[in-house]
Nanobody
Framework: VQLQASGGGLVQTGGSLRLSCAASGLTFSNYGMGWFRQTPGKERLFVAT????????YYADSVQGRFTISRDNAKNTVYLQMNSLKPEDTAVYYCGATYLQYGIYEAQYQYWGQGTQVTVSS
């Protein structure tokens, strides 16, 4: 199983980025998907999750209304559209795959991507 995250970069406050996570080696539509983020010395924190069929999505309060998670099961890819970015959104973003419909806890995920750095300048 491989999850390849991409799309990170440097953006100014108020800007937007779209992260992608391409999955291989698994039946993508059988997995809930999620995005987490981590800053140095801190634990990995939940950002957003989407169910297998994309019928349900959940967000951390800190990103609700600014971020949108979506998936394309035909392309084996999950996305995270990030708008109105703030300096506190700066982190390494990780995508994960869970056997569950969706997951809001790190321990619920079986597979992780390598992470992509997002830096928001003030």
């Amino acid at each position: 199983v491989q999850l390849q995250a991409s799309g990170g970069g440097l953006v100014q406050t108020g800007g937007s980025l779209r992260l992608s996570c391409a999955a291989s080696g698994l039946t993508f539509s059988n997995y809930g998907m999620g995005w987490f983020r981590q800053t140095p010395g801190k634990e990995r924190l939940f950002v957003a999750t989407i169910s297998r069929s994309a019928s349900s999505t959940y967000y951390a309060d800190s990103v609700q209304g600014r971020f949108t998670i979506s998936r394309d099961n035909a392309k084996n890819t999950v996305y995270l559209q990030m708008n109105s970015l703030k300096p506190e959104d700066t982190a390494v973003y990780y995508c994960g795959a869970t056997y569950l419909q969706y997951g809001i806890y790190e321990a619920q995920y079986q597979y992780w991507g390598q992470g992509t750095q997002v830096t928001v300048s003030s």
